[in-house]
């Protein structure tokens, strides 16, 4: 397992392996924001949170069809469908490897970037709370997403449709804590919620997941 | 005589050919009497006036878009447990109908909301997880199409719906996270005291029954075509092996 983890890891900081388009994606979304609102402080500091919780998402779902696609051109996923590893097991460590090279950097940066749209001062740590709490949520609905389109030709696009629906919980609970941070309002609840989620997320989707990919490997 | 002998393609056919007319011509005649019971035969709300006709309509088709979910997801489950074909495509039958009664629930609903609420829109709780099931409808439709091998697509789109079914449901409690907002409550239970008063209550119950026997009626209609279709491109399938 930790090998695997390592591989992928390996594969996606190399040269080539997309690390930091999710986040160069994220940053150009937030700063294309206040070209299309319009750069008054005070409106772009309400809407901060829920910019930057998008932002996070669709950095997110950007990086999704590297998650599988490569390896199942290469038959690496053969070789783990057949390996005494389970295949949950397997996907998980995949998801968990998404979430290193995309959700994380996200976490970190999304407090720079903060800065940008004139975020309030008490949001900073209640942002980076809400970001860290969802992100595996998003990766693992991602992972699962992937697995039932990786078989489909040209299939990007249908992904988009079918896990976008997935992460609206996801991102309902994320960007009401983030937002209740940035006001000074009590943000245990959503983020009670919003850890729910994830926890449930991982504790699951794998299954789903790998249910998904041996009806497509067969 | 069980339950399951249906999975034969044959004597699903067999039976659906016997109900069919039954439940056409029921859903007719509970369409037509709910209808014009409702529209004409009913006094005016005291404040709504005449815009409360259109729940007639409105209710019935957000009732069948939320029960279409819940068979395709019963569907799903018997496909992947037992894997008869009759039930896959009983699903993908149904898809299709969930989301035009899902565009009808939200379009009366808009053509309702306008003179009510002075809005056409309103991110409304339930108004936002019914848009929301029609995201779902939207994906699983378009699962079904991308992928050519028949067992293979029912496959995933089951594996679909019964994720999709976990998360329609949480980003159902999610949004009431927002506020109560405009749309009322359930008024049509059977024990409650805040429920619509009886005039509107009978021609509505009447639409609904209606509704779902078109349901019924269009599922065993959709399916009885997908069946053939099988058919076909087995037979085509064959026929190229041969030559």
């Known amino acids: 397992m930790t090998a695997l983890l390592i591989r992928d890891l390996r594969l996606a900081f190399r040269a080539g392996g997309g690390f930091g388009l999710g986040l160069a994606f994220f940053l150009i979304l937030v700063v294309l924001v206040p070209f299309s609102v319009g750069p008054e402080s005070a409106l772009l500091g309400t809407i901060a949170p829920g910019i930057l919780w998008l932002g996070a998402l669709l950095a997110c779902l950007l990086s999704l069809d590297r998650l599988l696609a490569l390896d199942f051109e290469d038959g690496t996923l053969d070789v783990l469908a057949t390996a005494p590893l389970p295949l949950e097991a397997a996907l998980a460590i995949k998801g968990l490897a998404h979430w290193i090279t995309t959700g994380l950097p996200l976490v970190l940066a999304a407090p720079v970037l903060g800065i940008l749209l004139n975020l309030p001062a008490q949001g900073f740590g209640w942002l980076v709370v809400s970001l860290a709490l969802g992100t595996p949520a998003l990766s693992m609905i991602g992972c699962f997403g992937a697995a039932l389109t990786v078989g489909i030709k040209r299939g990007g696009l249908l992904m988009s449709l079918?896990?976008?629906?997935?992460?609206?919980?996801?991102?309902?609970?994320?960007?009401?804590?983030?937002?209740?941070?940035?006001?000074?309002?009590?943000?245990?609840?959503?983020?009670?919620?919003?850890a729910g989620i994830s926890l449930g997320s991982v504790a699951l989707l794998p299954f789903a997941a790998a249910a998904a990919l041996r009806m497509t490997i067969r | 005589m069980s339950f399951w002998e249906y999975a034969n393609p044959v004597k699903f056919l067999a039976l659906s050919a016997r109900v069919q007319p039954f439940a056409w011509g029921a859903a007719?005649?509970?369409?037509?009497?709910?209808?014009?019971?409702?529209?004409?035969?009913?006094?005016?709300?005291?404040?709504?006036?005449?815009?409360?006709?259109?729940?007639?309509?409105?209710?019935?088709?957000?009732?069948?878009?939320?029960?279409?979910?819940?068979?395709?997801?019963?569907?799903?489950?018997?496909?992947?447990?037992?894997?008869?074909?009759?039930?896959?495509?009983?699903?993908?039958?149904?898809?299709p109908v969930g989301l035009v009664m899902t565009v009808i629930g939200l379009l009366t609903g808009a053509l309702w909301?306008?003179?009510?609420?002075?809005?056409?829109?309103?991110?409304?709780?339930?108004?936002?997880?019914?848009?929301?099931?029609?995201?779902?409808?939207?994906?699983?439709?378009?699962?079904?199409?991308?992928?050519?091998?028949p067992d293979t697509a029912a496959d995933l789109?089951?594996?679909?719906?019964?994720?999709?079914?976990?998360?329609?449901?949480?980003?159902?409690?999610?949004?009431?996270?927002?506020?109560?907002?405009?749309?009322?409550?359930?008024?049509?239970?059977?024990?409650?005291?805040?429920?619509?008063?009886?005039?509107?209550?009978?021609?509505?119950?009447?639409?609904?029954?209606?509704?779902?026997?078109?349901?019924?009626?269009?599922?065993?209609?959709?399916?009885?075509?997908?069946?053939?279709?099988?058919?076909?491109?087995?037979?085509?399938?064959?026929?190229?092996?041969?030559?």
């Open chain 2, 157 to 243: 789109t089951s594996v679909l719906c019964l994720v999709g079914s976990v998360f329609a449901l949480m980003s159902r409690y999610a949004v009431l996270f927002w506020n109560q907002g405009l749309h009322q409550g359930a008024t049509l239970s059977l024990d409650k005291e805040e429920n619509i008063s009886d005039v509107f209550w009978f021609p509505l119950i009447t639409s609904i029954a209606g509704f779902t026997l078109l349901f019924i009626a269009l599922v065993l209609y959709r399916t009885g075509t997908e069946i053939s279709l099988r058919r076909a491109r087995a037979l085509g399938a064959r026929l190229e092996k041969e030559a």
């Open chain 1, 162 to 194: 079918l896990v976008l629906p997935l992460y609206v919980p996801t991102l309902i609970f994320g960007a009401e804590a983030a937002r209740r941070g940035a006001v000074g309002m009590a943000v245990e609840t959503p983020l009670l919620l919003l």
């Open chain 2, 113 to 149: 909301g306008q003179p009510m609420w002075g809005t056409w829109w309103a991110w409304d709780p339930r108004l936002t997880s019914f848009l929301t099931l029609f995201l779902f409808y939207l994906g699983y439709i378009a699962l079904w199409q991308a992928i050519e091998d």
């Open chain 2, 28 to 95: 007719a005649v509970g369409i037509f009497v709910g209808l014009v019971w409702g529209f004409f035969f009913t006094p005016d709300d005291f404040r709504q006036g005449s815009t409360i006709r259109i729940i007639y309509i409105h209710v019935p088709s957000a009732w069948i878009a939320i029960n279409a979910w819940i068979m395709m997801l019963i569907a799903s489950l018997i496909w992947l447990v037992r894997r008869h074909h009759v039930s896959a495509l009983a699903a993908k039958a149904a898809a």
